[in-house]
């Protein structure tokens, strides 16, 4: 099985992409949680991109692609994976194709996480005080001014993948402002109505 979860930061991406991976056995491929572990290593990619996540930016396409591209080579990729924050941009979007392509793969569905932005910001800042008032560490990019330019830079860049989806067929939209368990549970007969789809035709089966 082979997802991507599209969506906003903190529309649930990474929860819900824990839960499939304990469900169907797959990775999951967080280019964010990536390149923190980059920049908390202190590599040359990590000095690279520090700077621009702090402020809430976009690190450029062929960083990322490379790191995708490596990433999914390795063997514990070979079951299947859920993209989570990738691809971000229609030309990673293009790339990813590209790659799939190549190794003769391709995309099960891509599920958008649908959230209403002016009530997904309220969460996240009641969110963030409530951390703070628990003394628990917050990441870099956790305060409202930078979450506004990454809920910015999410519209302008990474929402035009919707329709790129679209246009392939691929997309599953699902109202992510639902209970986490019932955007869960949409989100697994999404996938078993898939595996139906996929599954070869009774008759075709037998006459093997
Ligand atoms: P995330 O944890 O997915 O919200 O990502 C945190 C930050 O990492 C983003 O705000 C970007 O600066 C960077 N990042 C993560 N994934 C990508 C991507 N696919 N393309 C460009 N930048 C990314």
Known sequence: MRLILLGPPGAGKGTQAQRLVSQY????????DMLRAAVGAGTPVGREVEEI??????????LVVSIIADRIEQPDARKG??????????????????L??????????????????????????????AMKARGEKLRDDDNPEVLHRRLAAYRAQTEPLVDYYRRHGTL???DGMA?????????????????VRSAPEPALAQRR
Do not use: H, N, Y
Not at 25 to 32: D, F, N
């Open 81 to 98: 994976f859920i993209l989570d924050g990738f691809p971000r941009t229609v030309p990673q979007a293009e790339e990813l194709d590209r």
């Open 172 to 174: 599953r939209t699902v």
């Open 53 to 62: 996540m702090a402020r809430g930016a976009l690190c450029p396409d062929s």
């Open 25 to 32: 056995g797959i990775v999951q491929l967080s280019t964010g």
């Open 100 to 129: 799939l392509a190549e190794r003769g793969l391709s995309l099960d569905a891509v599920i958008e996480l649908r959230v209403d932005e002016a009530i997904l910001l309220q969460r996240i800042e009641s969110r963030i005080e």
């Open 179 to 195: 209970p986490i368990e019932e955007v869960a549970a949409t989100i697994d007969r999404m996938l078993s109505s898939e595996a």
